[in-house]
């Protein structure tokens, strides 16, 4: 897993990832236990709030992904989740608290409480838009067209919308021309685009000053006086302003959720070839490092060198 780690740290630098979202999980959450009920943050006296940055973890999209296969997700599972990566959403929509000196109590107050419902409903549209992008991706009109015929996800139904399915644009029965069938994966590409725009619309490029601090000149001098033993006199060894120095561009993310997605969006306009999880309870598209990579995660190949060593036993 560590070649796909830093596959995927590749895809921003290390001070973006660290300055585009900074998110904090409480130290517990409550609630979603019953359907309806709402998992809320706990503050507890005398426990820290944990504050990370999500574009550090490299393979969040593809676990939160990993949430919405078919088969339905435990409420432990998805609490686990929570637990570890925190509410997906603010309940501000302002500069985030973590921007500024704030209490564990005001980070906490800040995430809005969601129920596992909806909560599944965001990991199956993840995992939704996942495999259209390995569908895009494999040419696989045929598995689009399964989507269009039979819409089971919010992902199919605009799908089907798009693919001009009410006025019979294609002939479901007769075998498609090259023409139809890149316009069918064209118009799979789009609504893929329009999905992930929509899913990241929070996040924006921004500017931010340059610290005189971190050029070149001023860092050398610093090294230098720490070299000789010498004070280093902060206010004296202040670089010249240099224009050209003034601004650099980084990311901001509003949220968890958009982090997410964002990972997602430099993951496919990076174009990583993806490959399917021969674990059948998962087979959820992933970005190989190496040609004889069968499975997306450790916890799959472990769980399938069981069943294999289980089988070979029973069969005995």
Not at 73 to 99: A, C, F, N, T, Y
Not at 195 to 222: C, F, K, M
Request: some cysteine; proline content about 7%; glycine content about 6%.
């Amino acid at each position: 897993m560590s070649s796909r780690r830093e596959s995927f740290r590749d895809l921003l630098s290390v001070g973006d990832r660290y300055s585009a979202c900074a998110w904090s999980v409480a130290p517990g959450y409550f609630g979603g236990k019953k359907k309806g009920e709402k998992v809320e943050p706990v503050h507890k006296e005398g426990s820290q709030c944990h504050v990370y940055h999500p574009l550090e973890v490299p393979d969040l999209f593809l676990e939160f992904a990993r949430l919405g296969v078919k088969r339905e997700p435990s409420k432990e599972k998805m609490l686990s989740w929570i637990s570890k990566h925190g509410l997906l959403r603010r309940v501000e929509k302002k500069q985030p608290l973590w921007e500024r000196p704030a209490k564990d109590a005001e980070l906490i107050e800040n995430q809005e409480p969601i129920t596992l419902e909806d909560f599944r409903e965001h990991a199956e549209r993840a995992r939704g838009l996942l495999d259209l992008y390995s569908e895009i991706q494999r040419g696989d009109v045929q598995r689009i067209l399964n989507r269009v015929e039979e819409p089971h996800t919010s992902i199919d139904t605009c799908l089907w919308e798009q693919t001009g399915r009410n006025s019979e644009a294609w002939d479901f029965e007769k075998p498609l021309s090259k023409d139809e069938k890149d316009e069918i994966i064209s118009v799979a590409a789009s609504v893929l685009a329009d999905e992930v725009n929509e899913s990241i619309s929070g996040v924006n490029l921004v500017a931010n000053p340059n610290s005189q601090s971190s050029t070149t000149e001023y860092r050398a001098r610093r090294l230098r006086a720490r070299m000789a033993g010498e004070v280093f006199d902060e206010e004296r060894n202040i670089p010249p302003y240099d224009p050209l120095h003034r601004f650099k561009q980084g990311w901001s993310c509003p949220d968890l959720l958009s982090a997410i997605y964002f990972q997602f969006y430099l993951m496919i306009t990076n174009n990583d070839p993806l490959r399917k999880c021969e674990n059948p309870r998962c087979n959820i598209p992933f970005p190989p490092t190496r040609k004889d990579n069968r499975f997306c995660s450790p916890s799959c190949k472990s769980t399938m060198s069981y069943h294999r060593r289980k089988g070979l036993k029973q069969g005995s």
